[in-house]
């Protein structure tokens, strides 16, 4: 249980003496955390158990430390599967449990009335588990287990600014004194109590876990980078050796290109040249006769 105060209380002036009265009577500024704790717990009859009742479960609702919920919650409201005889179940005082035979699992919910009118109801729903899970998240083992099989769920409910009656109830809660189921070996069972200290061991093994997949997953990108890096080099090389077989392949066909040209325009100018000569002969031997 957790409050939290950000200032000192500041009554909004008005002139309606209702109005006055009724911000008085609020908690301003203040936030109050809830915690408590829903689930199930499932035990198989073995040589008692026929085709319709397999196991005898309890569905509950309780505070993480067995503390006596009924000072801020007026009621609790179960809805069972409807083929039950009576499927709607009214609690209003601890313990809040149901406790029934069957055989087949389903969802059920739970409805929470608050003392304060004015607060909104909570309503979660929970599946009561019969048979344990396979453990490699498949699906259930449907194998009767000898040891009875709990499905609970940690929760918390926050009060803003809440009625300054409701808001005292709700405090009161984390030093009531413990309640204890009407079944003994459920309550035996449900021993578990739930601390800040094992939030805070769960936090640090999660972030020890967090921690060590990322430096699994730095190394696999760092192996990943090394050979997209070696793969580029290799491009990088197969275009540089491409390129330079292509320049040296057209600088070859351009030599010989002009290797030609110049021999053929050489072939030209002999044979143009040869009639030139004699014409310039002739007329320096017709030049020498006159």
């Known amino acids: 249980m957790t409050a939290s105060k950000k200032s000192s ?3 909004k002036a008005t002139t309606n003496s209702s109005e006055v009265k009724h911000e008085t009577t609020r908690m301003k500024d203040t936030t109050i955390c809830l915690p408590f704790v829903y689930g199930s717990v499932a035990f198989f009859l073995g040589k008692k158990a026929d ?21 801020c919650i007026e009621k609790v409201v179960f809805q069972l599967h409807p083929s039950f005889t009576q499927p709607v179940r009214e609690l209003t005082e601890p313990p809040f449990e149901v406790t029934e035979r069957g055989w087949g699992e389903f969802e059920a919910q739970i409805r929470i009335v608050w003392k304060d009118p004015k607060e909104k109801a909570t309503i979660v729903n929970h599946g009561i588990k019969l048979y344990p899970n396979s ?13 009875p099989v709990l499905s609970e769920t940690y ?16 405090i009161q809660v984390a030093s009531s004194s413990k309640t ?27 972030s020890t876990f967090l921690r060590i997949e990322l430096e699994k997953v730095k190394k696999r990108m760092k192996v990943v980078l090394e050979e997209i890096t070696s793969v580029d080099d290799q491009l990088l090389q197969a275009v540089r050796r491409d390129t330079a077989t292509k320049g040296s392949s057209n600088y070859t066909t351009v030599t010989e290109a002009s290797k030609t040209k110049t021999t053929s325009t050489t072939s030209k100018m002999s044979k143009q040249g040869a009639p030139a000569q004699g014409v310039n002969v002739a007329k320096k031997q017709k030049v020498s006769s006159n």
């Open 155 to 170: 929760d918390e409910v926050v009060f803003t600014d809440p009625r300054e009656e409701f808001g005292q109830q709700l």
């Open 135 to 147: 453990g490699n998240g498949g699906p259930p083992n449907t194998n009767a287990s000898k040891e």
């Open 180 to 206: 204890s189921f009407s079944d003994a070996s459920v309550q035996e069972y449900l021993s578990k109590q739930y601390s800040d200290e094992d939030d805070f061991q769960i936090l640090l093994e999660s």
């Open 51 to 71: 085709e319709y009742h397999t196991h005898k479960w309890t569905l509950y609702i309780r505070g993480p430390n067995h503390e006596d919920l009924s000072l």
């Open 9 to 11: 209380l500041s009554p």
